[in-house]
């Protein structure tokens, strides 16, 4: 072990005024998706999801990217690293969508534009099973989270490549389910014991020490 981890395990946490952003980062990132994810599955015949700009410049995009900002200095760096990456990828997506910024325009056609979109999902695809894979000795919630994000990743790079309408309907179907386990563990976050009537499981795993 480090010196910083031998000093950690003595004396515990680094304290720290700076309250716990996770609910911000959660609720934000889950708002965000379940926008998205209900226009990707046609809701009320809707097909244009430019709506979704301001949720994605400031909810999924500003407010998590503070979150991931505080949790810095909290020493959580699975926090920081995830909630930064996300808050960047929603902001990254609304530049695509935003018609000032013209991306689409600079492809020549709309089949090479929709593949340059698949490329950028499967690599947000990739970062996500890296995350996922730094999750496994966390909690269940945050493993499932990550694991049913990780498909609607999948999916839609799929739907941009290949058109199909229905792998589209099924990521955003994923996605859906991905927002309501954000939302869980966003609830479970903010009921902090003392402060709340009850308070919500994430399934915690055992972790036997690694030295």
Same mark, same amino acid.
Do not use: K
């Given at each position: 072990m480090s010196d910083t981890e031998n000093l950690k395990a003595h004396y515990g946490p680094r304290p720290t005024k700076i309250a716990n952003p996770g609910a911000l980062g959660l609720f934000s990132f889950a708002s965000t998706t379940f926008i998205l994810s209900? /226009?990707?599955v046609n809701a009320r015949h809707i097909t244009t999801p430019n709506v979704v700009l301001g949720m994605a410049v400031f909810c999924?995009?500003? #407010?998590?990217l503070l979150a991931g900002m505080w949790e810095f200095p909290r020493g959580n %760096? =699975?926090? #920081?690293? #995830? =909630?930064? *990456? /996300?808050?960047a =990828? +929603? &902001? *990254? /997506? #609304? %530049? $695509?969508? $935003?018609?000032g910024f013209n991306v689409q325009g600079a492809y020549s056609t709309t089949e090479e534009f929709d593949q340059a979109v698949g490329i950028y999902l499967i690599t947000w695809f990739v970062l996500t099973v &890296? !995350?996922?894979i730094g999750a496994l000795r966390r909690n269940v919630s945050f493993i499932a989270l990550l694991f049913f994000l990780a $498909?609607?990743?999948?999916? !839609?790079? $799929?739907?941009a490549w290949s058109g199909k309408v229905v792998i589209g309907q099924a990521g955003g179907g994923f996605g859906i389910l991905t927002a309501w386990i954000a939302y869980y563990c966003? !609830?479970?976050e903010l009921l902090v014991?003392?402060? *709340? +009537?009850?308070?919500l499981p994430l399934g915690g795993i055992k972790q036997e020490r690694i030295d």
């Open positions: 209900l /226009y990707n999924g995009g500003l #407010a998590q %760096v =699975f926090g #920081a690293t #995830a =909630f930064t *990456s /996300y808050g =990828f +929603w &902001m *990254s /997506y #609304a %530049v $695509i969508l $935003i018609p &890296m !995350l996922l $498909i609607t990743f999948l999916l !839609l790079a $799929i739907h966003g !609830l479970s014991r003392g402060e *709340s +009537w009850f308070t």
